[in-house]
């Protein structure tokens, strides 16, 4: 018996220093695994809306179910909408009427113009025969006056034509040779027919991308909508990620680019492979609505989070990811513990003396 327990002591005390080696070199060479388990599944997710009010029509998608960019998932009422397209076409026509009137206008003032040129060469010629006429006195003082009146009512008409054609010019911007679709009126005009098929177009509602609709119990048909308010949510089935948030003081090695093995508690023995995607350049505290207050006199250290962006290389060929499923992440910083601080400072102490020597 003593025997067995002296063999006993004396393996003990020979393995001690093997154990201890062994944990050194392990502890030296180990550390360049970060792992966390406050990490959790993100997808792209909207609450899908429409920037047009109206009653709801249709909904023609239900709860949980996967869709496709562009599938129709609710509409609205058309007929307030096709009615405002109705009344935008007819103002557009009438306003294309109206600058086609305005140009035949300026030509007819143009033409009355011309004629009154015509006749004021006439009237002016007529008025100097009446007036040598009447200086020898030929003819009477009534003849006289109605020459004198008729070339004053000819010049009259040519400044009332000229001032007509120039309020038609400045109504058609400054140019007759302007085509109708450019003029401003028309523009303008033809933006509030496409303000108007915008939002016909928008009372349909559709899938801004692929993925899975929820929350679709809480729009009903006959419902009113009116911006911003959320008809339905769609999640992304295809565009995941992990947001992880690992301690400070394990991002002493971590860089955007290293490899990440990713296990989701659902799905127990599987394993996704990822990369880190980018690292926050705040602490998730700093964006918080009441940030710590460290020049407080309660101020106590608290080691911070700081969010990691984690990308999924192939989460296509695993079973399905779910928005928020809890992921233990473990990140292969590929830089090993070392030694301690003050094994180091030895040793680097003890190098200069010894290349002395």
Same mark, same amino acid.
């Given at each position: 018996m003593i025997e067995r327990r002296l063999f006993v002591r004396t393996t003990l005390f020979a393995l001690l220093p093997i154990a201890l080696v062994v944990g050194g070199y392990l502890y030296v060479t180990g550390g360049q695994i970060i792992s966390t388990d406050n990490a959790y599944i993100q997808a792209d997710h909207v609450g899908v809306s429409t920037d047009v009010s109206g009653l709801v029509a249709s909904v023609d998608v239900k709860d949980n179910q996967r869709v496709v960019k562009g599938q129709v998932l609710f509409t609205l009422k058309p007929e307030p909408f096709e009615i405002a397209l109705a009344s935008a076409r007819a103002q557009l026509n009438n306003v294309r009427n109206q600058i086609l009137n305005l140009q035949a206008n300026y030509r007819q003032a143009q033409a009355e113009i011309d004629q009154a040129q015509i006749d004021l060469a006439y009237y002016q010629a007529s008025f100097q025969r009446q007036q040598t006429l009447l200086s020898v006195s030929a003819v009477s003082r009534t003849n006289y006056d109605d020459a004198k009146h008729a070339l004053d009512s000819t010049r009259q008409k040519i400044t009332v034509a000229r001032a007509t054609a120039q309020m038609v010019l400045a109504q058609l911007g400054g140019t007759i040779d302007t085509p109708v679709e450019q003029q401003s009126t028309y523009l303008i005009a033809q933006a509030a027919v496409d303000e108007a098929r915008r939002n016909l177009d928008n009372s349909v509602v559709r899938a801004s991308f692929d993925g899975v609709v929820t929350n679709v119990d809480s729009l009903q048909v006959g419902s009113y909508l009116q911006p911003p308010q959320s008809g339905i949510s769609l999640v992304s089935a295809d565009h995941l990620w992990v947001a992880a948030s690992p301690k400070e003081t394990e991002l002493t090695h971590m860089k955007p680019g290293q490899p990440?093995? %990713? @296990? /989701? #508690? *659902?799905?127990?023995? /599987?394993?996704?492979?990822? &990369? /880190? #995607? @980018? %690292? @926050?350049?705040a602490s998730g505290s700093s964006f918080s609505l009441l940030p710590a207050q460290n020049t407080t006199g309660n101020w106590v250290k608290v080691v911070q989070r700081i969010p990691v962006r984690i990308s999924i290389d192939d989460a296509g060929q695993k079973p399905p990811?779910? &928005?928020?499923? @809890? /992921?233990? $992440?473990? %990140? #292969? &910083?590929? *830089? $090993?513990?070392g030694l301690p601080h003050l094994f180091s400072g030895l040793l680097a102490s003890k190098a200069p003396a010894l290349a002395h020597e």
């Open positions: 990440v093995e %990713i @296990s /989701v #508690d *659902s799905y127990p023995g /599987v394993q996704w492979h990822g &990369t /880190v #995607d @980018s %690292i @926050s350049p990811l779910r &928005t928020g499923m @809890s /992921v233990q $992440a473990e %990140i #292969d &910083t590929g *830089s $090993a513990r």
